[in-house]
């Protein structure tokens, strides 16, 4: 392992050395230790907020969680055939009160529709993939 000199501008250091300047103090490279110490601190911040935003995430919106899970649900256990058929029998005809209400609700709340569509997206393109329904 090559060595670092502290406050020594003209003495070559080896690129083990090179590392990002948030380990560096006073010129002077901090610990293995320290260095360590330092990376499992920032992957626990970073796990922690990841984890309180998935929380915050999940309790912003109970209503939207109930219908998204019903939603991916409905495409989980329905077969092709089904899915087809029911395609069919909807060509035309107007949306229930509270469909038109649920898609007007997610039209204003743009966070909320966000959220939805997160939720629901890949499991509803996956089947309608694996059937046929699109490209």
Request: with cysteine.
């Amino acid at each position: 392992m090559g060595e670092a000199h502290c406050g020594k501008q003209d003495e070559v250091v080896s690129t083990e050395a090179m590392i990002p300047a948030f380990f560096k103090t006073d010129d002077c490279f901090t610990t293995v230790k320290d260095k360590a110490m330092t990376r499992c601190f920032l992957r626990l911040a970073l796990g922690s907020a990841l984890l309180f935003s998935g929380v915050v995430g999940a309790q912003q919106f109970p209503i939207l969680d109930q219908v998204a899970d019903k939603i991916v649900q409905k495409y989980e256990r329905s077969t092709c055939e089904q899915l087809w058929q029911e395609r069919a029998q909807k060509r035309g005809q107007p949306k229930s009160e509270n469909e038109q209400r649920a898609v007007q609700l997610l039209r204003t709340d743009p966070q909320m529709r966000a959220e939805f569509i997160n939720r629901v997206a890949a499991p509803i393109a996956n089947k309608m993939f694996e059937c046929g329904m699109i490209p």
